[in-house]
């Protein structure tokens, strides 16, 4: 079988979760020993290689993005005879022959009214009449929790059996680090002194971290000399966050990491006392799970898919009540006995999360087996 997959996620590096997925899949794959291979095509050449089984095609930028979409596409997909195409987000080619599976990892320019308030007039029509179609298209539709296949059965009414899950998978770099020099040194980098808070990842609104913030001088005024580092990348919607940060009575106490390397942030989940995730959106969420995985106790929002992915790993709390995140930080910060347990229950739970079982369940799926 050829494979064919849109590469555009990863054409400028691995920057987001469709793509770390879809990479982590590639280099599984290009692992691999079996007659199948991979067709990748692309509006740039792919900064990584993956294998003699893999093949890169590239089709410069056509004027709009759908027009790439659906006139480009289909065109390559015809010349380099396609048995199946693989969309790792839910834009599909719709003038081709060739079966679909699609992804929609979560319907939140729909369903979370910060974003779709923020979003055109041409973009609120495209998310709901074109995504249909699209999804309505494609023969499978791959997501990535529950949660996410009840929103998308329940907003395109597609059958439910047409909707699989496979959780995503962790990389194996997230491991606890057993050496404390690496992580003093990480520490030192970024002015950080125990105990402290972690947060990682972007800080978009349905991130939620100014309520973070909120909480964190509550627990200030339970815990003395306890910081807040946020690592994630200083985007556009970070300047939200900075003024939060600097009308804070504990602005001193907060550091704004900015984005940090994957060892970086690998010693960060290890040196935390508690890491913290107060998303009011996610259709999967992987942080909670890498600080899982690092053997790091986690509070968490329990909101749409991360009960399920967390189970009872973790202490949830309202994302919306600072002073219950509040209370749940001060418990993990003062019981070391609780602290235990969750890195106990955290470490185990990350298992069940692991990259080779991601890939295996895509693969079957892509081969038809599910």
């Known amino acids: 079988m050829v494979i064919g997959i849109d590469a555009r996620e990863i054409q400028h590096g691995v920057n987001t979760g469709i793509g770390r997925a879809l990479d982590n899949f590639l280099r599984w794959f290009g692992a691999l020993d079996d007659e199948h291979r991979c067709v990748l095509f692309s509006e740039a050449v792919l900064p990584a290689v993956y294998g003699p089984r893999i093949t890169a095609v590239v089709a410069p930028p056509f004027l709009a993005t759908p027009l790439w979409d659906q006139a480009i596409l289909p065109r390559l997909v015809r010349k380099h005879r396609i048995d199946l195409f693989f969309s790792p987000y839910y834009k599909v080619p719709l003038f ?3 079966p679909i599976v699609s992804t929609i990892f979560d319907l939140m320019y729909i369903f979370y009214p910060v974003r779709w308030k923020g979003t055109g007039l041409f973009s609120r029509w495209y998310y709901r009449v074109f995504g249909g179609v699209m999804a309505a298209k ?80 509550k627990v200030c005024g339970a815990a003395a000399g306890v910081q807040l580092v946020l690592a994630g990348d200083r985007d556009r919607y970070f300047d939200t966050v900075d003024r939060r940060i600097r009308q804070s009575s504990h602005a001193a106490a907060i550091i704004a990491a900015g984005q940090v390397s994957l060892d970086e942030q690998i010693a960060l989940y290890c040196g935390a006392a508690v890491f913290v995730f107060p998303s009011l959106y996610e259709g999967f969420g992987y942080p909670p799970l890498e600080a899982m995985a690092c053997g790091t106790p986690v509070v968490s929002s329990d909101r749409t898919s991360l009960g399920e992915i967390i189970g009872d790993a973790a202490l949830k709390c309202n994302p919306t009540d600072a002073a219950a995140m509040a209370e749940q930080i001060i418990a993990v910060l003062q019981d070391a006995d609780l602290r235990r347990q969750l890195s106990e229950r955290g470490t185990a739970r990350a298992q069940a999360f692991t990259n080779a079982l991601f890939c295996k369940g895509l693969y079957a799926l892509l081969l038809g087996r599910r």
């Open 96 to 98: 081709t022959s060739a």
């Open 138 to 217: 494609a023969a499978v539709i791959f997501t990535c929790s529950e949660y996410s296949k009840g929103e998308i059965v329940r907003f395109y009414r597609v059958p439910a059996e047409k909707v699989k899950v496979i959780h995503l998978g962790l990389s194996d770099s997230y491991r606890p680090i057993g050496d404390a020099a690496t992580i003093e040194t990480v520490k030192r980098k970024f002015g950080i002194a125990s105990p402290y808070l972690l947060y990682t990842g972007n800080f978009k609104p349905h991130k939620n971290v100014s309520t973070l913030i909120d909480a964190f001088e």
